[in-house]
């Protein structure tokens, strides 16, 4: 069992407003976090996590609208790594089957396909890799597919590195899984990033 984790605690300080609601391509209808769990689903997921901050109302009505599931994150000022340990924590706290692995994903990187998701989700069912991650031209990006065998590891990571210990680690256990979608590897931060790839100033979907 595959549960998704969308992370989406951070205060977007360099964009100046919300990131998990910015629009996602005039005309579409999406935030960024709706056009990642519309993906998402497309790819089979029923059980997507949306990590946020507890008094992050807008986008709790917003993962709410997507039928996806909000997790608080109460530490989320101690950085990403917070946000993936708060949804593990929720996967591990529930009743019934344990998942064996997680793909996350960072709500400001919207670009990844549904085509991605179905690449890394087959290499990972024919790999005995415990983390599997998606590249471009050799370049690291998103999503990253953690495997059971490294929870406890995540849980007892350097919150300053966050997962990146966790992936450095040990080369030999990590696959690189090649794609040739270039959305792997663009996140948006700053309202430039932003205008340069959309062509417009951010703005929220709603």
Request: aromatic fraction near 6%.
């Amino acid at each position: 069992m595959l549960a998704a984790i969308i992370l989406a605690a951070g205060q977007s300080t360099r964009m100046g407003q919300p990131k998990p609601l910015l629009r996602y391509k005039a005309g579409t209808g999406h935030s960024f976090v709706s056009r990642l769990v519309e993906v998402l689903k497309t790819s089979g997921f029923i059980e997507i996590l949306v990590v946020g901050r507890p008094d992050d109302d807008g986008l709790r009505a917003e993962v709410d609208r997507c039928a996806a599931t909000f997790i608080e994150n109460r530490r989320a000022d101690e950085g990403q790594l917070s946000s993936l340990l708060a949804a593990l924590t929720h996967l591990a706290a529930r009743d019934g089957t344990q998942v064996d692995a997680v793909l996350v994903t960072p709500v400001d990187a919207p670009l990844i396909s549904s085509a991605v998701v179905n690449r890394l989700m087959r290499a990972a069912a024919a790999s005995p890799a415990q983390i599997l991650r998606a590249t471009h031209a050799g370049k690291h990006g998103h999503p990253v597919i953690f495997r059971r065998s490294t929870f406890d590891e995540l849980y007892a990571a350097d919150p300053s590195v966050g997962a990146r210990a966790v992936v450095r680690a040990d080369p030999q256990r990590v696959e690189d899984v090649e794609v040739e979608d270039d959305g792997v590897t663009i996140d948006f931060d700053t309202p430039d990033e932003y205008r340069r790839y959309f062509g417009t100033p951010p703005s929220t979907s709603r």
